[in-house]
């Protein structure tokens, strides 16, 4: 029988002094009972770590976007440091997207 843990070690001592089977499993072959055991990564669970990571990604690079446009129609005078800057994080945000969004290789 496989045992879901989160991938913590506290909840491994929560699981193991709550579960009596499990304490004899780990009794007569501890290998083959840690290797019965199953973590879970809140990055697989949680949806809301992803959706608040693009939004805020995206919110930067549009912001960024609508800030450039409102400079340049409006003809205030900018640094070249600071359109370098704006870029630097505009392209940083859109690779970081895409790095999110893009699908991971299967294992």
């Given at each position: 029988?496989?045992?879901?843990?989160?991938n913590?070690?506290?909840?491994?001592?929560t699981?193991?002094?709550?579960?009596?089977?499990?304490?004899?499993?780990?009794?007569?072959?501890?290998v083959?009972?840690?290797?019965?055991?199953?973590?879970?990564?809140?990055?697989d669970?949680?949806?809301?770590?992803?959706?608040?990571?693009?939004?805020?990604?995206?919110?930067?690079?549009?912001?960024?976007?609508?800030?450039l446009?409102?400079?340049?129609?409006?003809?205030?005078?900018?640094?070249?440091?600071?359109?370098t800057?704006?870029?630097?994080?505009?392209?940083?945000?859109?690779?970081?997207l895409?790095?999110?969004?893009?699908?991971s290789?299967?294992?």
């Amino acid at each position: 029988m496989k045992t879901t843990i989160d991938n913590t070690f506290d909840d491994f001592k929560t699981a193991l002094n709550n579960n009596p089977k499990l304490q004899e499993e780990f009794k007569e072959d501890p290998v083959r009972a840690a290797e019965s055991m199953v973590t879970t990564n809140p990055k697989d669970t949680d949806s809301w770590i992803y959706r608040i990571i693009v939004l805020a990604l995206g919110l930067s690079v549009i912001s960024i976007i609508a800030g450039l446009i409102v400079i340049s129609v409006n003809k205030i005078p900018l640094e070249e440091q600071l359109v370098t800057i704006f870029t630097a994080i505009a392209s940083g945000s859109i690779g970081a997207l895409a790095g999110l969004l893009a699908p991971s290789p299967k294992k």
